[in-house]
């Protein structure tokens, strides 16, 4: 099979590629031990139990909450199942749709959020917001809606769009 | 203990950390997937890889590459171990430091890097920089170490320099 030769990064895009792979890595670190140090909870826990306390009436299906957060089924499945022993969420079938299942905070896990999150806000500010200007925040977040968007379109509408390889 | 009131995070900010932390999960599990189903090796083997061949003499202190990938050194040593198991790299005591250990990249290792290469790059490339522009590659790595070099100050000169807590 003939291989493509390969479109090797320039020195600026290795140079954003390494510090976002770095900076990623620190902060998802930093802001796992704060939580776990703080508030005896991983990072994921706290994710799962804001996007509960968004939702309408409090509970959401277990396969759109997975859609919202992008976590696996199965990576969801095992949060949700340690987070119901420690009482903070609790499922039920859904009335309407029997292959569904709900998911919905309680009071213990809604509490247990506001206790967390202060130090977990002071902690994202200190890791990121301090360091930015407003336009960075608006650049930060328009360049990482523009990568989402790009891996949440199908892999073959992907191959289509794509340029022509090889050549050079 | 009186608590301060908590300085939430603004619209902007919000959107801009929820696209981060989605962008980065997505981009960590997809270059992850990529490398494990194409070269055998998760991600962090990859860039382990590519630190020890940038290394004069293609071989560097543990605690040294620990620091400049960031990884822990219990993080570290256990990859490092699995990889000598596959050939990838040796590890030596180091002449000049009783206490330090050397890692070097054998041949294989090149080899399995530079094989899994050009897949990587056509990854990162389809995942992040197909869908930047030059400007936002610029302010993607500016952003990036910006967050870096605050994280890597220690938190005594963090606490110093924070501005005073409360009031409003």
Known sequence: MATPKPKW??????????AFLVASQLV??????????DAGMPHAYYAILVGLSEAPHRSVRMSELARRLRYSQSRLTHAISS??????????????????QLVGITAAGASALADAA???????????????NAEQVGQLAEICAQIITGMDEPETARRRRAPPRGGG
């Open 28 to 37: 998802d670190e930093r802001l796992d031990r704060q939580l776990q140090r």
């Open 9 to 18: 990064l320039t020195a600026s895009e290795q140079q954003a590629w390494r």
């Open 83 to 100: 987070m119901e022993r420690n009482g903070w969420v609790e499922r039920r079938d859904c009335d309407t749709d029997r292959r569904g």
């Open 118 to 132: 202060p130090g977990h806000v002071a902690e994202v500010r200190a890791a990121v917001f301090d360091r930015l």
